[in-house]
């Protein structure tokens, strides 16, 4: 229990402290006009409170990422417990915070928008088949995760064919309707509950003195079944995504810069959701090996289960928080999904839009952009669902690649300390690169990847090059062209 309250102290410390660093090096200002009062089209460009941009952006980060990832990552043992603090600190909430500043500067940009105003109009072609290829991954991803969980909860005529075109519609109806009518409306409530029933796993551990076997005096050693077959990095990395860092969260962060009333709040919601789903996670990751009695009984557990999180969630809700924590458990993990694949298409909308310079105040032109969408995706569906998930996860995380090296670059610009995402970023270049070596199907199959010390070579190699290159960019920047902000 000591290691896991200095974990969660060092979580909001960590808002605060570095937040305000980070805060610092940007440099918000307060008086500076936002685009949802410069640019308010009532569609996309929409002025909200702080608390429902808050809770929205906290909800469209989320989902079941670092619950699920924090479950499956944890089995790694306590390194996992690191990686949730100091990925969350030191990157995932920088990278959000960043990605969403930038964006609010830049009126609103989507991300591929931001890449390639810093890296060129090359990379932004990349990354704007990357971000769309990611973002209808996901759009595919969740609408079958709940649909298939809702089918075994309902009379066998509701199939999971029938919830499926339920919630595709529904995706449809958040992506063409203005930011605050669906969205604005039910984002604060199921984000509410999901940091409800985070808190409420929480108070039992500390109120019931539920012992959590975390394992640290023993040392950081894989606890991972699979041994030496599943190492920690880059496998565990990975693995807990949404609880640490996740390219994801940058598609979602200039949806919310376009509803934020006043940049001195961008801390609040960019860091600040980043730092919530930390902490989420690190709940999750306690809760699971507490449950279960430790790191080999959590492992028999999963396997008994079927490597299936969402049985070890309604466990621990039910058992812990009896009915109405199976209400939680059963929103957590059906509505958060939904809640992450709506925004996926919303924000894929906006990228579309954006790189072809369609306006989208007027229902048809966003239609016109939907409808590919809704073509895409629905082809997507009809593929193996553990083919869509494994390129998910890289696709994911590679993504932050792009975003935290565009980030160094505008910092470099303006001549603000850009370590801050630089050192994130040449992390996460080597953490990817090397996952794809090691694990070119997403997870580890003997004989398919290249041996882990190759692997991590290569990975290292391409962090040295993007390094390189970005030092020999900086010192041909010309201190006289520099622009101001």
């Known amino acids: 229990m000591t290691s896991f309250i200095i974990a969660l102290a060092a979580l909001i410390l960590g808002y605060f402290l570095y937040g305000g660093v980070v805060e610092r090096v940007f440099r918000t200002d307060p008086n500076r006009p936002t685009p949802a009062t410069t640019m308010a089209d009532g569609i996309d460009y929409v002025e909200m409170p702080t608390w429902k941009v808050y809770l929205i952006q906290f909800l469209n980060i989320a989902g079941v990422g670092p619950i699920f990832g924090a479950i499956m990552g944890i089995m790694y043992g306590p390194a996992a417990f690191l990686w949730i603090v100091l990925g969350t600190i030191f990157a995932g909430a920088v990278h959000d915070f960043m990605s969403g500043m930038i964006s609010l500067r830049l009126g609103g940009k989507s991300l591929p928008e931001i890449v390639g105003s810093e890296l060129g109009k090359k990379v932004k072609m990349v990354m704007s088949v990357f971000t769309c290829i990611l973002l209808v991954m996901v759009i595919a991803v969740f609408v079958r995760t709940p649909a298939n969980l809702l089918a075994t909860l309902t009379p066998e005529h509701l199939n999971a064919t029938f919830w499926a075109t339920c919630i595709f519609l529904y995706y449809i109806l958040a992506t063409l309707l203005p930011v605050?009518?669906?969205?604005?409306?039910?984002?604060?409530?199921?984000?509410?509950?999901?940091?409800?029933?985070?808190?409420?796993?929480?108070?039992?551990?500390?109120?019931?003195?539920?012992?959590?076997?975390?394992?640290?005096?023993?040392?950081?050693?894989?606890?991972?079944?699979?041994?030496e077959a599943a190492p920690i990095f880059p496998m565990m990395c990975i693995s807990i995504a949404c609880g640490a860092i996740s390219g994801f969260h940058a598609t979602q962060s200039p949806m919310m810069a376009r509803c934020l009333n006043n940049e001195k709040h961008g801390r609040k919601v960019f860091y600040g959701a980043m730092i919530s789903e930390g902490i989420v996670a690190l709940i999750w990751a306690a809760a699971a090996i507490a449950f279960t009695g430790g790191y080999d009984k959590l492992a028999g557990y999963m396997a008994e289960n079927g490597s299936d999180a969402g049985i070890l969630v309604h466990d621990v809700c039910v058992n812990w928080l009896g009915t109405f924590g199976g209400i939680l458990a059963i929103l957590g993990v059906i509505a958060a999904p939904i809640t992450t694949g709506d925004t996926a298409m919303r924000s894929l909308r906006l990228i579309i839009a954006d790189s072809i310079g369609l306006q989208q105040k007027k229902f048809t032109k966003r239609l016109i952009v939907t409808l590919p969408i809704i073509g895409v995706c629905y082809i997507l569906l009809n593929i193996n669902f553990d083919v869509l998930w494994r390129y998910f996860a890289w696709c994911n995380q590679t993504l932050s690649i792009f975003t935290l090296w565009a980030c160094s670059v505008y910092l470099a610009r303006f001549k603000k300390a850009y370590l801050i995402t630089m050192i994130p970023a040449m992390f996460m270049t080597a953490l990817c690169v090397s996952f794809i070596c090691y694990a070119p199907l997403g997870a580890y199959t003997k004989g398919v990847g290249l041996p882990l010390y190759a692997s991590e070579a290569i990975g290292m190699t391409a962090m040295a090059i993007c390094t390189l290159l970005f030092f020999k960019w900086q010192r041909a920047l010309d201190p006289d062209l520099t622009p101001a902000e």
């Open 180 to 227: 605050d009518k669906l969205i604005g409306n039910l984002y604060p409530v199921f984000g509410f509950a999901l940091l409800f029933m985070a808190v409420g796993i929480m108070g039992y551990m500390i109120v019931n003195a539920v012992p959590i076997p975390d394992g640290f005096s023993e040392g950081l050693f894989n606890r991972h079944p699979a041994g």
